[in-house]
Nanobody, 124 residues
Framework: QVQLVESGGGLVQAGGSLRLSCAAS????????MGWFRQTPGKEHEFVAA????????YYADPVKGRFTISRDNAENTVYLQMNSLKPEYTAVYYC?????????????????WGQGTQVTVSS
């Protein structure tokens, strides 16, 4: 079991920044990828970013490349998503998730463990 708790969401003006945190606990040693997804009402989870739990390779969805950065604090078992130059269309609930196996890190269906989500609202 892996437990994930997100924090750091909120209301920000367009062009602003937020940093989301995801504290991981439990059997994190079994984790292959940590990912961030976002979801708006009536839509499926959309891939945002991911990283290899060991090794640190990072991956981004095209719309957020150059704006978002995923990183990890090894000592704290925490994954971060730094979001800069935010746009109103980025408004969503953001989730972190843990995937135990190598494969398509963009597929939400592969991720076995999910946090509760944190709301990000970007005003125009």
């Amino acid at each position: 079991q892996v437990q994930l708790v997100e924090s750091g969401g909120g209301l920000v003006q367009a062009g602003g920044s937020l940093r989301l945190s995801c504290a991981a606990s439990g059997r994190t040693v079994s984790t292959y990828y940590m990912g961030w997804f976002r979801q708006t009402p009536g839509k499926e989870h959309e891939f945002v970013a991911a990283m290899r739990w060991s090794g640190g390779s990072t991956y981004y969805a095209d719309p957020v490349k150059g704006r978002f950065t995923i990183s990890r604090d090894n000592a704290e078992n925490t994954v971060y998503l730094q979001m800069n130059s935010l746009k109103p269309e980025y408004t969503a609930v953001y989730y972190c998730a843990a995937d135990l196996y190598y494969g398509d890190y963009k597929s939400a269906a592969k991720y076995a463990y999910w946090g509760q989500g944190t709301q990000v609202t970007v005003s125009s």
